[in-house]
């Protein structure tokens, strides 16, 4: 059973660093959005692709988060807040009320349309929310899983 966790945490933290690299890939690309600026799609594509990894790197952390809490605890939190709590204690992330903010940040991006307010939604995913999930590849990485 312990065997069967720890594979599904591993292919969970693989899928999370393969995530974030492509994420880490758009930020290195991020040229300063423009609120004034009329963009043509194609000009948009390489934003709305940063935003897309951002949403699925985050979400794809939070599933490996859960794997390994299952790993490591042989249980699931009740809520994400306790989720992130363990994994703030493990050193896997460095505060609980960033990644609630990470999390509603996908709300913001899939709602907004204030050309203002896009352009303070990409600040902070090229931010500290980029260096944040940059921190949980290079953490999860280390990770060694009973089945490796």
């Known amino acids: 059973m312990k065997q069967d966790i720890a594979v599904v945490a591993e292919v969970a933290r693989s899928k999370a660093i393969r995530t974030i690299s492509l ?3 758009s930020v290195r690309r991020y040229r300063p959005f423009e609120p004034k600026r009329r963009y043509t799609p194609k000009q948009l594509e390489p ?8 949403i699925r790197a985050v979400e794809a952390s939070i599933r490996f988060f859960r794997a390994y809490e299952r790993y490591q605890f042989g249980e699931t939190s009740d809520t994400l807040r306790d989720l992130l709590s363990r994994m703030e204690k493990l050193g896997l992330v460095s505060s609980v009320q960033l990644w609630i903010e990470m999390r509603d940040q996908r709300n913001r991006i899939v709602h907004e349309y204030l050309p203002e307010k896009i352009k303070q939604i990409y600040q902070e995913l090229v931010g500290k929310m980029s260096k944040e ?4 590849k290079e953490t999860g990485m280390k990770i060694r899983l009973a089945s490796q």
């Not at 934003?47 to 951002?54: L, Q």
């Open 133 to 136: 999930l940059l921190a949980v």
């Open 47 to 54: 934003y709305d692709a940063m935003a897309d990894r951002y």
């Open 23 to 25: 994420f880490a890939a």
